[in-house]
């Protein structure tokens, strides 16, 4: 009896010990939270599974399809029962069902729990390419998740937020300067002249540009001259974006003006003369190169011409001799001043504070990412102007309310750019304009001559908004 005793107690202590040590590494615990969960790529399979999570009572359907599907909003708006329910619909790329390339959810709000739950699944999925937003309620807290989430997706580039109106007008964070997106589309979010100047300000300033995005599509979206100007004014220093569409806006001549003259040389403003000659006395400097006479010295006096004009004070005062030999003698002493420091910073001890200047690999990435430090900037009349924007390939227009007379502006800048290349396409129909006019006809003329469009098919094919402007040239 005392051994049979002891065998018993011995095998109770080793299935304690079983239990206490738990599953195996090959064992895998079940999620206990959404947090818990791991994805697996899956959409059939993890989204019902942490849409339960939630205790969702009625959770959207997945439909897989392995074609291609429309993305033209009259076509969906014929077949309204196939996208009034609630559903995502998942493209494969294969029969894989790890091989999702795109997902769109169309015609219905997705609420909070929706998107968390996209959130979480959407970085495991490592083909996925496309995500599209479609009328779906989205919020400007969902847009600012979003653009977080992107940085987590390997290889999603695509994105389409379209029918989604945001107070706040959100829409710029996806145009950051650290955004991964190389195709966006907005069109038809009433996104307007405030919108578009926070868009414009995305896509490039004096100091930062957005590096990646290829495509933007800013159709539908009530965007008047003022907005034409703002998106303009940031496609002066962006050296990424081929596609811009503004079809179907309410831009006029004075809008159409800015955004031809950006195509073609432009002078720089007072701002911007200032940001370039610090780029050049940064560079100089890092390069322990002394600086260009020359140049500076003629960039300063577009400086001072450029500051004269843009003085808000009253008109001139009368200025005695003695006040401008003060006023000389004060700019000599501060001219010494600053060369004494620069001489003392030369030849300052290893002991001393020395401010620390970017290294030479620096400068030079610093000139290559700024345009303003451009080397075809040259001074004429007083001003220095700028080349245009020879990047962008593709310009839609159509169904604003442009005349003739903005016509001359792009043909001017069309132009300038014919020697260099530049613009290959440029959509103008539905204005207010006689297709027979003489500035529309040589624009067409024109274009036509600039047949070297292969470079772009590649790119015209992944973009909807454009394959539907296919050969609707000028």
């Not at 599974?49 to 909003?73: G, H």
């Not at 390419?129 to 779906?136: H, I, M, V």
């Not at 400097?285 to 001072?304: A, F, H």
Request: neutral net charge; charged residues 25%; proline residues 5%.
């Amino acid at each position: 009896m005392p051994r049979k005793r002891s065998s018993r107690e011995k095998t109770n202590i080793e299935d304690e010990s079983v239990k206490n040590k738990g599953p195996t590494p090959e064992e895998a615990l079940p999620a206990q939270t959404i947090n818990d969960y791991r994805c697996s790529g899956n959409v059939q399979i993890d989204f019902p599974a942490l849409c339960a999570f939630l205790d969702m009572k009625n959770i959207p359907t997945v439909c897989i399809t392995e074609t291609e599907d429309t993305d033209d909003n009259q076509s969906q708006i014929k077949n309204k029962y196939l996208w009034c329910k609630p559903r995502l619909t998942v493209k494969l790329e294969t029969e894989d069902p790890h091989s999702a390339t795109k997902i769109k959810i169309s015609g219905w709000k997705v609420n909070e729990q929706i998107f968390q739950v996209l959130q979480i699944m959407l970085p495991s999925m490592s083909q996925l390419a496309s995500l599209q937003f479609w009328q779906t309620g989205l919020t400007d807290p969902m847009v600012i998740s979003l653009m977080n989430t992107l940085s987590l997706c390997s290889s999603l580039r695509s994105v389409t937020l379209e029918g989604n109106a945001l107070p706040e007008q959100s829409f710029h964070l996806l145009l950051s300067e650290t955004s991964v997106l190389t195709h966006l589309s907005l069109r038809n979010n009433q996104i307007g002249d405030e919108g578009a100047h926070l868009i414009g300000l995305a896509l490039s300033n004096t100091r930062s540009a957005n590096k990646n995005l290829l495509s933007l599509n800013l159709a539908f979206n009530s965007i008047g001259d003022a907005g034409a100007r703002h998106v303009a004014q940031g496609l002066r220093f962006n050296r990424t974006l081929v596609f811009l569409s503004l079809s179907n806006n309410q831009i006029g001549d004075s809008g159409a003006a800015h955004l031809a003259t950006v195509l073609g040389e432009f002078s720089l403003n007072h701002e911007e003369v200032k940001e370039r000659r610090k780029l050049l006395l940064q560079r100089t400097q890092t390069s322990r190169l002394g600086p260009d006479p020359e140049q500076l010295c003629g960039e300063q006096l577009v400086l001072g011409a450029l500051k004269r004009e843009n003085k808000t004070t009253p008109p001139k005062k009368v200025v005695s001799r003695k006040d401008e030999k003060s006023a000389d003698n004060k700019e000599k002493s501060n001219k010494k001043s600053t060369d004494s420091k620069v001489t003392q910073s030369k030849n300052q001890k290893p002991g001393g504070k020395e401010k620390q200047l970017p290294t030479q690999e620096q400068a030079e990435l610093v000139g290559i990412v700024n345009p303003l430090l451009d080397p075809s900037v040259h001074c004429r009349d007083g001003q220095l102007f700028f080349p245009g924007n020879k990047t962008l390939a593709s310009l839609n227009l159509a169904g604003n309310r442009i005349t003739e007379k903005s016509l001359l502006f792009f043909l001017r800048s069309l132009e300038i750019q014919d020697a260099e290349g530049g613009l290959l396409r440029l959509c103008l129909q539905r204005n207010h304009f006689s297709s027979e006019c003489d500035s529309y006809m040589k624009i067409k003329e024109l274009m036509a001559s600039r047949n070297n469009l292969e470079p772009l098919r590649s790119l015209i094919k992944n973009d909807p908004e454009t394959r539907e402007q296919e050969g609707q040239v000028a």
